[in-house]
């Protein structure tokens, strides 16, 4: 029921488009799995072979450390309305934060977020679908506005102390480069 895929195809980013809900899979090679899921506006497709996301301030950071330990990332995108599917992205991930020279470059790909935390580009390696019968129907009501009106109200300043505070070690204590060392 599955298929492989080298490289996105038409029909595959067609379909990524129109999502608004994905999920980012990683793991170092020791502790937890991290699985987050992700929404608003934070997803590119920059070619056949390499899309990215636009992290936010978030209670964690397990992404960033998982991905400076080893680069190894699953994002899965699900439809929930007429037509079943299940898409996975496999690949190798980097990880751009804003104090990096692509940053600028990527950043003006998206929204403008205040908390936007870092940028992940993922080199994929396999593209897999599956049929997706078993995932329910859900209707979308809205994007949630609770992350965003946080970050605003706490401003750059209080983004930077939340991101020393909570931000810096994963939860197996593994740092997450979100400060520059």
Known sequence: MSEKFEKLEHSHKAFIQK????FVGT?????????????LDS????????????NLTGSGNETAAH??????????????????????L???????????????ELAALFPSYTGARQIFSLDLALVQTSCGYAVPYFRLEGERP???K???????????HYWKENNTKS???????????
Not at 43 to 54: E, M, Q
Request: hydrophobic share 35%; aromatic share 10%; net charge positive.
């Open 67 to 88: 991905v400076l330990e080893n680069g190894r990332m699953t994002l899965m995108f699900c439809s929930f309305d007429k037509q079943p599917l299940i898409m996975r």
């Open 150 to 160: 946080w970050a605003d109200r706490h401003g750059e300043s209080g983004i930077s």
């Open 146 to 148: 609770t992350l965003t």
């Open 27 to 39: 793991a170092s090679t020791e502790g937890y799995v991290n699985l987050s899921p992700k929404g």
């Open 19 to 22: 999502q608004q809900l994905y």
């Open 43 to 54: 997803f590119r497709i920059l070619d056949d072979s390499t899309v990215a996301w636009l």
């Open 171 to 181: 939860i197996n204590g593994i740092d997450t480069g979100i400060f520059k060392k």
């Open 90 to 104: 496999y690949g190798q991930a980097t990880v751009v934060h804003p104090r990096d020279k692509r940053w600028t």
